[in-house]
């Protein structure tokens, strides 16, 4: 990209920037889309996709059960000896990272994206014409940058205020069938989400709040503490075999993050990089499409990054509001917890509280086909 040429770059292929460069390539943008990793790969997440994350990727010409997502219909919790479940108040689904964030890579370069995968930014600078990036193969000149690096902070460019971080730690099991339902673990530590894979076995994903020790490194340390937070727990997990040799693991996720109003003009923050919703309560796949779906149509209305950050901000208060609240719930009162899920009503409430909510498809179209901005 030269100067002055309204090239956009974005800085992440994960859900958020696949989002806004699908958009903003459909509406005839040129659009460059930087990945540090070379292969779409499986990332620390519990993997479940909602209504509103299946809505936004109907606007982007994708749908989870098409990828293969396993349905959900019930969410079901254990602490102690006690259990609840009850039924998920909209359409859900369980589905791979690595299958989602490649579906997501591919649509983009379908939209008409220009993907540089393997290429990771080292930097961002205001410059003449707009931003200089760069890379270790070279400078890249952009008009507007979308900065969605989920959770890596691009150096120069912290998230200003986040809060001290949260551990994540994932890993694929054989051998265990936890049906058609999300299963949240709570434990000595943190809490766990369990759900199925496609093709048989499950997905255990966990937030930690204090020091792991060898849960993080070894399988079978973090399947025991799991397992010991529950007779739920012990049940499901009973008979699991570790599908990798060790969790992945991410450090210092800063649940409950919103970027503040403002940040420099022409560098639009999406995903993870703009709100850090907490996993299992709130679901970041679904903040992550919509932000960069709303940040690509504020590029494209001509609004600055300030008033896009400060209209996010808002817009995203309320699901980061009930997430949170059930998260402290999770972690301090999981027994309330428990006891909240078993009155069906007021739980379905929560979990709908907790969304983002979605245009319809079609609202989506409509702002990439009015486009007249520059090709
Ligand atoms: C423990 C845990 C459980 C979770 N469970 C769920 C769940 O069940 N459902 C749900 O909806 N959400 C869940 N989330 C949240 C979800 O994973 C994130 O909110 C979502 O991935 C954010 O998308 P993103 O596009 O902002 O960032 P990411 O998905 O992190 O993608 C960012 C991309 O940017 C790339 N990148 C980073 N730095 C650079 C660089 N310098 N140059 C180039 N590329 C770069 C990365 O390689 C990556 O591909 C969970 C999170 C955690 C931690």
Same mark, same amino acid.
């Given at each position: =990209?030269?100067?002055? *040429?309204?090239?956009?770059?974005?800085?992440?292929?994960?859900?958020?920037?696949?989002?806004?460069?699908?958009?903003?390539?459909?509406?005839?943008?040129?659009?460059?889309?930087?990945?540090? /990793?070379?292969?779409?790969?499986?990332?620390?997440?519990?993997?479940?996709?909602?209504? %509103?994350?299946? &809505?936004?990727?109907?606007?982007?010409?994708?749908?989870? +059960?098409?990828?293969?997502?396993?349905?959900?219909?019930?969410?079901?919790?254990?602490?102690?000896?006690?259990? &609840?479940?009850?039924?998920?108040?909209?359409?859900?689904?369980?589905?791979?990272?690595?299958?989602? *964030?490649?579906?997501?890579?591919?649509?983009?370069?379908?939209?008409?994206?220009?993907?540089?995968?393997?290429?990771?930014?080292?930097?961002?600078?205001?410059?003449?014409?707009?931003?200089?990036?760069?890379?270790?193969?070279?400078?890249?000149?952009?008009? /507007?940058?979308?900065?969605?690096?989920?959770?890596?902070? $691009?150096?120069?460019?912290?998230?200003?205020?986040?809060?001290?971080?949260?551990?994540?730690?994932?890993?694929?099991?054989?051998?265990?069938?936890?049906? %058609?339902?999300?299963?949240? #673990?709570?434990?000595?530590?943190?809490?766990?989400?369990?759900?199925?894979?496609?093709?048989?076995?499950?997905? #255990?994903?966990?937030?930690?709040?204090?020091?792991?020790?060898?849960?993080?490194?070894?399988?079978?340390?973090?399947?025991?503490?799991?397992?010991?937070?529950?007779? $739920?727990?012990?049940?499901?997990?009973?008979?699991?075999?570790?599908?990798?040799?060790?969790?992945?693991?991410?450090?210092?996720?800063?649940?409950?993050?919103?970027?503040?109003?403002?940040?420099?003009?022409?560098?639009?923050? &999406?995903? *993870?990089? &703009?709100?850090?919703?907490?996993?299992?309560?709130?679901?970041?796949?679904? $903040?992550?499409?919509?932000?960069?779906?709303? +940040?690509?149509?504020?590029?494209?209305?001509?609004?600055?990054?300030?008033?896009?950050?400060?209209?996010?901000?808002?817009?995203?208060?309320?699901? =980061?509001?009930?997430?949170? $609240?059930?998260?402290?719930?999770?972690?301090?009162?999981?027994?309330?917890?428990?006891?909240?899920?078993?009155?069906?009503?007021?739980?379905?409430? =929560?979990?709908?509280?907790?969304?983002?909510?979605?245009?319809?498809?079609?609202?989506?179209?409509?702002?990439?086909?009015?486009?007249?901005?520059?090709?």
């Amino acid at each position: =990209m030269t100067p002055g *040429d309204g090239g956009i770059a974005v800085i992440g292929a994960g859900p958020a920037g696949c989002a806004a460069a699908i958009a903003l390539a459909r509406a005839g943008r040129r659009v460059l889309l930087l990945e540090r /990793q070379a292969e779409p790969r499986e990332s620390v997440c519990g993997e479940f996709l909602g209504a %509103d994350a299946a &809505a936004a990727l109907a606007a982007l010409g994708l749908d989870p +059960a098409t990828l293969g997502g396993v349905p959900l219909r019930r969410a079901r919790v254990g602490w102690r000896g006690r259990d &609840a479940a009850f039924a998920l108040p909209f359409p859900a689904w369980g589905l791979p990272r690595r299958v989602l *964030d490649g579906a997501l890579r591919e649509a983009a370069v379908a939209a008409g994206t220009e993907l540089r995968a393997g290429a990771a930014v080292r930097g961002a600078v205001p410059g003449p014409g707009g931003w200089q990036l760069r890379l270790a193969e070279g400078a890249v000149t952009a008009r /507007q940058v979308v900065l969605a690096t989920g959770k890596q902070a $691009l150096r120069g460019h912290p998230r200003a205020g986040a809060p001290a971080g949260a551990l994540g730690i994932k890993l694929h099991l054989a051998g265990i069938a936890p049906g %058609d339902a999300v299963t949240l #673990l709570p434990f000595a530590g943190g809490y766990a989400g369990l759900q199925p894979l496609p093709g048989g076995g499950a997905n #255990l994903c966990a937030v930690w709040h204090g020091a792991p020790g060898e849960a993080a490194r070894d399988p079978v340390a973090f399947l025991a503490r799991v397992a010991a937070g529950s007779a $739920l727990g012990a049940r499901l997990l009973e008979g699991a075999r570790p599908v990798w040799d060790r969790p992945l693991a991410v450090a210092a996720v800063p649940y409950g993050f919103r970027q503040p109003a403002g940040g420099p003009a022409g560098l639009y923050r &999406a995903g *993870d990089q &703009a709100a850090v919703i907490p996993s299992f309560t709130g679901e970041g796949i679904a $903040l992550a499409l919509h932000s960069g779906l709303t +940040a690509a149509a504020a590029i494209l209305a001509g609004e600055e990054a300030e008033a896009f950050h400060a209209a996010w901000r808002r817009r995203s208060a309320g699901p =980061m509001r009930w997430a949170g $609240l059930g998260a402290r719930l999770l972690r301090q009162a999981p027994a309330l917890f428990v006891r909240g899920a078993g009155l069906g009503a007021a739980a379905r409430l =929560m979990a709908r509280r907790t969304r983002i909510g979605s245009a319809p498809p079609s609202a989506w179209s409509a702002v990439w086909s009015m486009d007249d901005g520059p090709a």
